[in-house]
């Protein structure tokens, strides 16, 4: 037994997680009955602990961010996701549809001056075809050669390639070829099919999701991978919904990096229909913990302080997450749903946030190279 060995295990209140602490010092697999363990014992610090142990062999003190910038092109979406307050059926005052000249006009503006990522990802509208994303991708590239453009869930690949006629390896490389670089993580919600049947209606297959992120991955297009916690769904579902992601990335590689999402409770259809409380920090940490204990093939989790506020995602960095996501500028899907933190953080509001919680900040591009 190594000296860390006994280290890692004086922080156990728990006996039970003994056996889960001398795998993860192995650099063993956990398996999901040690997933549900790690969900349902009550000792957090303990589950803390060991994904902290993990982010240190992983990436020391190492914390990351991004200078980023989301935008929506269309908030109008035909798909019926219950959880969702940003959708908006056509007709609806709200309802839009941006051009690729407003987004370029957009972006020129002042305040997204040094932006390094668009991320973007947006509602399922039928009018959208290939030839708008050619077109708004290929003319960002020539306006802004070194924006990086992050775009689409593996959901909306799927809807527009189909919408489009054409298939979704298609869809794929022509969005390559025109300046797609690499996908956000969003629209995994939750894989398991009981589910995804009351809170995702029209997109109920998980299949979709997997098999797209996996055509993506072959062709060399790197995405992330989320999971949507905290409102009718048990810890075996989360657990089976991880170990989905773990088996994908067994195959392919292609996922970067996971963010947990905390289901966020205001003006949607789920939480009128049912009665959800929003999620608690400790919550909030355990799904930070045991993403980093079960995901041992996924570099980087993590903390997505717009979802958790950016105290929680402080705390986040010392129960296994290792990156702070970015300054986003504007955020509008949490905060439609009730997020009350800013829109946007500036880079050095990140690198206090980071440092003060005894962390070493870091700019980095998508690809987690970074800055000088
Ligand atoms: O696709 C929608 C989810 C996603 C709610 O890849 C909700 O770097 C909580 O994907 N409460 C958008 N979640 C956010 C997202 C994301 C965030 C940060 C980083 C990255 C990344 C991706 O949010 C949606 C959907 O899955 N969502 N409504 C809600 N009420």
Redesign the pocket.
């Known amino acids: 037994m190594t000296r860390m060995s006994l280290d890692l295990k004086r922080h156990l209140k728990d006996p039970r997680l003994v056996p889960i602490a001398e795998k993860v010092e192995r650099g063993e697999r956990l398996t999901f009955e040690d997933g549900l363990l790690l969900y349902e014992t009550p000792d957090l610090s303990g589950v803390g602990a060991m994904a902290h142990h993990v982010r240190l062999r992983l990436h020391g003190l190492k914390t990351y961010y991004v200078a980023s910038r989301r935008l929506s092109y269309t908030n109008i979406c035909y798909t019926h ?1 219950q ?4 959708q908006a059926k056509p007709g609806d005052p709200r309802a839009y549809v941006l051009s690729a000249d407003d987004i370029i006009r957009e972006m020129e503006k002042p305040e997204n001056h040094g932006v390094r990522e668009l ?1 973007m ?1 947006a509602g399922h509208y039928p009018k959208l075809k290939i030839d708008y994303f050619e077109d708004l991708f290929s003319r960002l590239k020539a306006r802004f050669p070194d924006l990086h453009l ?1 775009v689409f ?1 593996m959901v909306e690949m799927d809807y527009y390639a189909r919408v489009s006629g054409i298939s979704v390896e298609e869809f794929i490389d022509r969005c390559m070829a025109a300046g797609l670089e690499s ?7 939750i894989f398991a099919e009981e589910i995804r049947e009351e809170i995702c209606i029209g997109k109920k297959e998980a299949d979709i999701w997997l098999r797209v992120a996996e055509i993506a991955h072959r062709k060399g297009l790197p ?4 999971m ?1 916690y905290g409102h009718i769904e048990k810890p075996a579902h989360r657990v089976d919904h991880l170990l989905r992601l773990r088996e994908l990335q067994d195959r392919t590689g292609g996922f970067l ?1 996971y ?1 947990p ?5 205001e003006d ?1 259809e ?1 939480s009128r229909k049912y009665e959800i409380h929003e999620t608690t920090g400790a919550q909030d940490l355990r799904e930070v913990a045991v993403a980093r204990l079960l995901l041992d093939n996924i570099p980087h989790i ?1 903390a ?1 302080w ?2 958790i506020t950016e105290g929680l995602a402080q705390i986040g960095l010392s129960y296994g997450a290792n990156d702070m ?1 970015g300054t986003i500028i504007e955020e509008t ?2 905060h439609l ?2 997020a009350k933190t800013p829109q946007g953080l500036t880079k050095g509001e990140l690198d206090r946030l980071i440092r003060d919680a005894g962390f070493e900040p870091l700019e980095r591009d998508n690809l987690y190279q970074v800055y000088a």
Request: neutral net charge.
């Open positions: 996701c959880f969702c307050a940003f991320h990802v992050k869930t996908c956000p993580g969003g629209g995994a919600e995405t992330n991978c989320t949507l990096a963010i999402l905390a289901y966020q409770v949607n789920l993590k997505y717009v979802m996501d899907i949490a749903a009730g």
